[in-house]
């Protein structure tokens, strides 16, 4: 198994232009996540899925969309990038929800400038 | 979610015990506590969860008091390798909870020579 996978590693974005950061698990998990971090902060929770087709909006959802067409697949779209979105994004999933264990991706750096 | 404090930051000889405080004074009798550590801007990674009871596992202990207002982490025999930030997490599983986690600060543990 390859885990939980993101692309790309890194990416400088310029204010104004949109992205999609991919990530990819081949456990078959129906839970998934989306998390950013801040530089010296803790991880907050962006957009998560129980399942394919459906969504929900974490702590701090403003500026990004998901979709979850697959159960493999939940990409985070990035709309009209600002500064304030320069972070690191993990993404993670679970067969029972991250309070049962699971597993992170490497992550994604992104610079907007 | 109940409020966690951890200490900043620890220090521990490798070879040695490296005990970590979590206090959780306002827990609910259904939330869990849970441990992630994040080593070097990598991907959290579980280590371990626990209700009342001690709990062990091939990474490390967790000693929930009595009262369950706080716990501690323990790696019994630390290396180098285990230097990371370490985050305390209570949360109820199951329900609309659907497994997210908060996660705070941390405590940053460096284990030295």
């Known amino acids: 198994n390859a885990g939980v996978t993101q692309t790309p590693k890194f990416r400088i974005l310029k204010i104004g232009q949109s992205m999609t950061l991919q990530c990819t698990q081949d456990?078959?998990?129906?839970?998934m996540y989306w998390y950013r971090q801040d530089p010296g902060m803790g991880l907050k929770l962006i957009y998560y899925?129980?399942?394919?087709?459906?969504?929900d909006k974490g702590e701090v959802p403003n500026g990004y969309n998901v979709s979850r067409s697959t159960t493999e697949d939940f990409p985070l779209r990035l709309e009209l990038a600002a500064p304030s979105q320069t972070s690191v994004y993990f993404c993670?999933?679970?067969?029972?929800?991250?309070?049962?264990?699971?597993?992170f991706g490497p992550g994604t750096r992104l610079t907007v400038t | 979610d109940a409020k966690t404090t951890q200490p900043p930051s620890m220090d521990c000889a490798e070879g040695r015990a490296a005990n970590l405080p979590c206090n959780h004074s306002?827990?609910?009798?259904?939330?869990?506590v849970y441990w992630y550590r994040q080593i070097h801007s990598q991907g959290p990674q579980y280590i371990i969860h626990?209700?009342?009871n001690n709990e062990t596992n091939e990474m490390a202990s967790l000693i929930i008091t009595e009262d369950r207002k706080s716990s501690t982490l323990i790696l019994p025999h630390a290396t180098l390798r285990d230097t990371a930030v370490y985050y305390c997490?209570?949360?109820?599983?199951?329900?609309?909870?659907?497994?997210?986690?908060?996660f705070g600060q941390g405590t940053i543990l460096t284990v030295h020579p």
């Open positions: 993670a999933s679970s067969s029972t929800g991250l309070a049962g264990g699971g597993y």
């Open positions: 456990m078959n998990h129906n839970y």
């Open positions: 899925s129980v399942g394919a087709g459906i969504t």
């Open positions: 306002t827990i609910s009798g259904n939330e869990y």
């Open positions: 626990g209700l009342k």
């Open positions: 997490i209570v949360r109820i599983t199951g329900g609309t909870s659907y497994g997210k986690l908060t």
